[in-house]
Nanobody, 126 residues
Framework: QVQLVESGGGLVQAGGSLRLSCVASGENRCITAMAWYRQAPGKKRELVAGALSDGTSQYADSVKGRFTISRDNAKKILALQMNHLKPEDTAMYYC????????????????????WGTGTRVTVSS
């Protein structure tokens, strides 16, 4: 089992910055991909940014150039630096971890799984 705990959300004015963090604890050795998703009221959950264990990352078009995802593989910490925030960035932000290391799962006798944190709220005022 993996537990994900997010922190860093809050209220900020448009143009401001926030830094979100996510710590993965528990049996986290088989995690390969980690990502941030967000869900605004009345909208579907969407991918904001993702980071693989090999260092590659991807971003939603709406946040490219403003958000930066970073990952500490050793500490299993995922961060999201959010700059030049806009009111449309207002949402609940969720950390996600995916166990993609098949060899690791086999060695531990685990079933592949995906985990979510409980979310941290980001509100950007205009």
């Amino acid at each position: 089992q993996v537990q994900l705990v997010e922190s860093g959300g809050g209220l900020v004015q448009a143009g401001g910055s926030l830094r979100l963090s996510c710590v993965a604890s528990g049996e986290n050795r088989c995690i390969t991909a980690m990502a941030w998703y967000r869900q605004a009221p009345g909208k579907k959950r969407e991918l904001v940014a993702g980071a693989l264990s090999d260092g590659t990352s991807q971003y939603a078009d709406s946040v490219k150039g403003r958000f930066t995802i970073s990952r500490d593989n050793a500490k299993k910490i995922l961060a999201l630096q959010m700059n030049h925030l806009k009111p449309e960035d207002t949402a609940m932000y969720y950390c996600n971890a995916y166990e993609g290391d098949t060899d690791c799962l086999i060695a531990l006798g685990h079933t592949q799984d995906e985990y979510w944190g409980t979310g941290t709220r980001v509100t950007v005022s205009s």
